[in-house]
């Protein structure tokens, strides 16, 4: 108990939807190796039904759960200590984001809901049409600069101050494809979709264009800012069968390097030294394949291993190695621990004795990864101290 008592509450409030800081997954700063050590921690409250989005770790003493029936849960160390009800048959919608001082959530209702760290709410602004009456899809949030931005795939953009007044807002031909990022500078980068290949568009933080690329025949899937750069991941039409392609701009949309990928790309994550980490996925005849493919900052592949799985995340890394989750053709489920250096497998960690979960990760400021049940109210957490959270 006393040891606990000393341990400074480390806050670390992502800047972009799922968690994750700007988008670029990368965690080096909080920690040197993923944790290997499993817990299940069981969470009781009067909205005990599971995760409907992965959680928001605020600080390493304050995660916020949003519930599939409707709740906010400020959880503790070990237990609840606060709750807020969404109005009758509201849920979030996309997963929540945080600023320096505000937590933000888009319900179903298409309303956006602000509330400070104590769970009291701020304010409420209806932004758009609610799920059940033909609006969305909404885009994941990204906060950005005390305040917030919103998207529908319909292509209207609401930028949101922290204290509830609109900023600025407008509507774009075509929809919007589901990934977006922001830069540390205030960018925004985002896709519209067309027919003859989508738009690459930058805005500034007004809502002004800084540059706009066309990628002929190209159908972007993945677009995140990182060291001053923006990476851009999709799938061009080819002759005979798609091409899967990533291409790195600079933050003036200079074309900087572009390279052919052997598979259909998910996610990109991004360490401090601008290397590019990609997770691709086959999913033709036979057993699917994932593929994670390494990439230096000048474009050339560092390594790359394929998993007979179905990668589920992103890699999240961490100053010396990666972590990713895969599940099997035949269901079973695990982490994957990776040298950042080589790709070599350093450890694999079995979760087949977890409940079921929310296959999307947060990781804490103390380097902890914390993965939502999806059947019940509960987290798995992967740590290194459990007396940090057991005994408070």
């Given at each position: 108990m006393f040891l606990l008592g000393c341990q400074t509450e480390r806050w670390g409030v992502p800047t972009s939807g799922s968690g994750f800081p700007t988008g670029s997954h990368n965690y080096s700063r909080w920690a040197a190796d993923p944790p290997r050590m499993l817990f299940l921690q069981?969470?009781?409250?009067?909205?005990?039904?599971?995760c409907l989005q992965p959680p928001l770790a605020l600080s390493s003493r304050l995660t916020?759960?949003?519930t599939a029936e409707g709740s906010l849960i400020g959880l503790g160390m070990s237990e609840p200590i606060w709750r807020l009800r969404l109005p009758a048959e509201t849920v979030a919608a996309v997963p929540l984001v945080a600023?320096?001082?505000?937590?933000?959530?888009?319900?179903s209702d298409g309303v956006l809901s602000a509330l400070s760290f104590d769970g009291k709410l701020l304010w409420r602004e209806p932004l758009f049409p609610g799920l059940a009456h033909g609006g969305g899809p909404y885009l994941p949030l990204l906060a950005q600069h005390q305040g917030i931005l919103a998207a529908d795939g319909g292509g209207r953009l609401v930028r949101v101050a922290a204290t509830g007044k609109i900023l600025w807002e407008q509507r774009r031909g075509g929809s919007l494809r589901r990934s977006w990022s922001t830069s540390a500078d205030g960018l925004l980068a985002l896709g519209i979709a067309a027919d003859n290949g989508d738009t690459l568009l930058v805005l500034d933080s007004t809502g002004q264009q800084r540059w706009s690329r066309v990628l002929p025949q190209t159908q972007l899937t993945c677009v995140v800012f990182g060291n001053g750069r923006l990476f851009v991941a999709g799938v061009r039409d080819g002759p005979q069968e798609p091409i899967p392609v990533l291409h790195c701009f600079s933050a003036i949309g200079e074309l900087l390097w572009s390279r052919t990928l052997p598979a259909a790309p998910?996610?990109?994550?991004?360490?401090?030294s601008s290397r590019a980490y990609v997770i691709a996925h086959s999913s033709?005849?036979?057993?699917?394949?994932?593929?994670?493919?390494a990439y230096g900052a000048d474009g050339h592949q560092?390594?790359?291993l394929y998993l007979q799985a179905t990668i589920t995340t992103p890699a999240l890394l961490?100053?010396?190695?990666?972590?990713?989750?895969?599940?099997?053709?035949?269901?079973?489920?695990?982490g994957y621990i990776l040298s950042l250096a080589d790709g070599s497998l350093q450890e694999?960690?079995?979760?087949?004795?977890?409940?079921?979960?929310?296959?999307?990760?947060?990781v804490t400021p103390d380097g902890d990864v914390l993965l939502g049940w999806s059947a019940r109210l509960g987290l798995l957490r992967l740590g290194e101290h459990p007396w940090r959270w057991l005994l408070f």
């Open positions: 069981p969470i009781t409250a009067p909205d005990t039904s599971g916020v759960l949003a600023d320096s001082g505000t937590l933000y959530l888009l319900g998910r996610w990109v994550s991004l360490d401090d033709g005849v036979g057993d699917p394949i994932s593929g994670i493919l560092r390594w790359k961490f100053k010396k190695s990666l972590l990713v989750f895969a599940v099997q053709s035949n269901g079973a489920l695990g694999l960690l079995s979760l087949q004795e977890a409940p079921p979960l929310l296959l999307v990760p947060a």
